[in-house]
């Protein structure tokens, strides 16, 4: 297979729970089955081995010899592209913008504001906010509904 359709089915079965058990992994460094049942709330340790026997089928986790299960290859399928990795972390993509946004508001501020304000000031001011409010309920949005 071409990396064209490993990706192309890598996107078709990172779905659902199988997606949830893949970036609960991504966040820890190893877990046991039993771990990632409890975790996720699973019924049975057995439907958290189907979903880590798929994501091992599709050579994304490996298994060591304690039994416990690790990422080996990081993909960007589904839900997962709307986040970020930082070490351990996976963050909302938008919590960037709104991080430039801001910047882009205090430093306006300290350097360009003028008193009283003109129109274009408070044009600036309420353009800037309304966009910091707009990109903080997407990143809100987003963190609820995590894959995991």
């Known amino acids: 297979m071409d990396s064209e359709s490993d990706r192309e089915t890598i996107a078709k079965l990172l779905k659902g729970r199988t997606m949830s058990v893949y970036a609960l992994l991504l966040t820890k460094e190893k877990m046991g089955v039993r771990d990632i049942q409890r975790a996720l709330g699973f019924s049975s340790p057995s439907l958290a081995l189907h ?11 490996e298994k060591d010899v304690h ?6 290859k990081t993909v960007r399928a589904g ?22 946004f801001s ?14 304000p003109s129109g274009g000031d408070i ?5 800037s906010i309304i966009a910091i409010i707009l990109i903080l309920h997407e990143s809100r949005r987003m963190w609820l509904l995590k894959p995991f």
């Open 79 to 100: 839900s997962l592209s709307l986040f970020v990795k930082i070490g351990k972390v996976l963050l909302p993509r938008f919590l960037f913008l709104i991080t430039l």
């Open 123 to 127: 044009m600036y001011l309420a353009l």
């Open 103 to 116: 910047a882009m508001l205090v430093l306006y501020m300290l350097f360009f504001f003028s008193w009283p």
């Open 51 to 61: 979903h880590l026997t798929k994501l091992a089928e599709l050579d994304l986790v």
């Open 67 to 72: 039994g416990e299960y690790s990422v080996i």
